[in-house]
């Protein structure tokens, strides 16, 4: 279910530099901490994750400022870097990944399209964050496109300090 080449790298990476790696979710809602719990070692890089399903969690446990969220419904790449910075303070990770957006279409509030936004923080700082698309499809299969596309793109992006 989780591509686990991917995951291996990035566990090996991680080990390698001594790092570690923390995640909040909203739209995955706990696919990547599953995924990242399936490495051999987990424990030894993967610090643990918070699935923040709604605004009042969000704010409440990573910061999320509730004005700015409620007006793009928690939606953009600013939670989703908030996400990233704060739960990589919280748990004391290297890194953070913040993820946010929708697996399913909402048509009360116009949303067809599936988009969700991510963000990947180091020491502090955001060094990804962008858009992905997703097709319309079951809502599983699009929280498992967003978990691929997250990890292949922390893998490539990790920076391994010597």
Do not use: W
């Not at 990589?88 to 048509?107: E, H, K």
């Not at 067809?112 to 060094?127: P, V």
């Amino acid at each position: 279910m989780y591509p686990l080449t991917e995951i291996n790298k990035i566990k090996d990476k991680l080990i390698q530099a001594g790092q570690t790696i923390s995640v909040a979710e909203s739209v995955t809602s706990g696919h990547l901490q599953a995924a990242f719990s399936l490495a051999d070692n987990a424990a030894c890089f993967y610090q643990g994750g918070l699935t923040v399903y709604n605004l009042g969690q969000k704010a409440k446990q990573l910061g999320v400022d509730p004005i700015k969220a409620l007006a793009c419904n928690c939606v953009s790449e600013e939670v989703a870097s908030v996400l990233a910075l704060a739960v990589a303070g919280r748990f004391l990770s290297d890194y953070g990944i913040g993820i946010t957006g929708y697996a399913a279409s909402v048509p009360e509030k116009g949303i067809e399209a599936l988009f969700a936004y991510y963000a990947i923080a180091f020491h502090g700082i955001i060094i990804d964050a962008g858009k992905l698309e997703a097709k319309q499809a079951e809502a599983l299969q699009v929280q498992l496109f967003y978990t691929d596309a997250v990890l292949k793109i922390l893998s490539e992006r990790l920076q391994i300090q010597v």
